[in-house]
């Protein structure tokens, strides 16, 4: 009998994606019987009560104050940052001299320098990186890539994408790490953006130039001592904070293959939850998701018979990518913790067997030059080549 090969987690970042990670990492070897196992290491928060907590309820060997303990580790071979965006450089460069592979939650860095840095980081030590993109792992966007490279929607005309959320609508919720600009970077543009950027990217390619837009409504949130997650409340009498960064993004586009595509991102718009949508249409068909229904998407084709022409939805089901890994038939559903754990899977099978993963810290440096762009775009009010 074959031993498995085993890889040590060290994890920095208790937060909900903290927890989203072990969740998954706890999962892979129930899901894919195939993959090497994750060992949950050590996990580091920056207080004792924090990093202690997420040690007990992640299922982590042991646990520290301060991530320089986890990247320095001598067992750990896996570095998962899971922080505030702007911690995001300082430890996978510093993991990358380590040696130690990298899994960072997105967005890669707070500016497109930053993550190039990263990415040199890691390519001089030949270690292997994946960011957190985890809405291309879902059965549905893998199944829409096949179409595309199979030719199934012909030349791409257009690409239209929104993520939208209310979580931070309510004026009430207090300031956090969120709006601010020094350690969160952009708000709606760093936060939701990037995982439609992402799509964007895989599905439909490299953006020539854009024109973009961002704007607060919110200016002013209300500060509270201790810790601040979704859901939190202020006492009515707290002193205010002017908010640093966008509540909203809205950007035109133009596709180095020539499409056009409209984005948009917002942080404050009032009944919806995790609103992400995307729709492509081409010479010969179109395709439509929206992630609130993630485990179908809609196909148009334009050479179906005259008279049953139309959108077709589609549940996603054994034939499509990593589906049948979770259940044997259609219709029963993954669910976005799942998505984690094919994230995580290709990470191991990766690492483990030598093959590129996707995405990666140029992925995620491809959507920081985005972002980038947007931002000046917005400030100096014209079209921005991307990447320049």
């Known amino acids: 009998m074959t031993t498995k090969r085993q890889f040590n987690i060290g994890l920095v970042g208790t937060g909900f994606m903290g927890k989203g ?16 196992i994750p060992h949950l290491r050590i996990v580091s928060d920056v207080s004792e009560d924090l990093a202690k907590k997420g040690a007990a309820e992640f299922g982590f060997d042991d646990w520290v104050v301060g991530w320089e303990a986890v990247v320095n580790h001598p067992e750990v071979d896996i570095v998962d940052i899971s922080t505030p965006n702007h911690l995001h450089k300082e430890i996978a460069i510093a993991a990358a001299k380590a040696g130690k592979h ?11 320098e930053d993550a190039k840095e990263m990415v040199d980081a890691a390519e001089s030590a030949g270690v292997k990186t994946m960011v957190g993109f985890s809405f291309l792992k879902n059965p549905a966007a893998l199944a829409a890539k096949q179409l595309i490279d199979d030719g199934k929607l012909g030349d791409l005309w257009h690409f239209r994408a929104h993520f939208l959320q209310d979580a931070l ?6 300031f956090s790490w969120r709006f601010e600009q020094a350690v969160a ?5 760093g936060d939701l953006a990037p995982h439609i950027i992402s799509m964007m990217h895989y599905l439909v390619g490299d953006v020539a130039k854009l024109c973009g837009m961002t704007k607060t409504f919110i ?6 001592s201790g810790n601040v997650g979704y859901g939190s409340k202020a006492d009515a009498n707290a002193p205010m904070r002017e908010v640093e960064n966008d509540d909203a993004v809205h950007v035109l586009l133009e596709f180095a293959n020539g499409a056009t595509g409209i984005l948009e991102a917002s942080r404050i718009a009032t009944g919806r939850k995790v609103h992400m949508v995307y729709e492509i249409n081409g010479s010969k068909g179109s ?35 990593y589906y049948d890994a979770f ?6 559903g993954l669910g976005m913790g799942d998505t984690k754990v094919i994230e995580i899977y290709e990470l191991l099978d990766g690492i483990a067997n030598d093959k590129p993963l996707y995405p990666n810290f140029k992925t995620g440096w491809q959507v920081n030059q985005f972002m980038d762009a947007v931002i000046t775009s917005a400030a100096e009010e014209r079209w921005v080549r991307v990447g320049q």
């Open 185 to 189: 970077g952009a708000g709606a543009l």
């Open 287 to 321: 395709l439509r998701f929206e992630h609130e229904r993630m485990n179908e998407f809609k196909v148009y084709f334009s050479d179906d018979a005259e008279g049953t022409q139309g959108f077709r939805t589609i549940l996603t089901g054994p034939e499509h990518p």
């Open 219 to 224: 200016k002013e949130r209300p500060v509270v």
């Open 169 to 174: 609508a309510d004026p009430t919720t207090p």
């Open 21 to 36: 990670h072990s969740m998954a990492y706890t999962l892979v070897p129930r899901i894919f019987p195939d993959s090497p």
């Open 327 to 332: 259940w044997p038939v259609a219709g029963c």
């Open 102 to 112: 990298i899994y960072c939650e997105k967005p890669l860095a707070l500016t497109a």
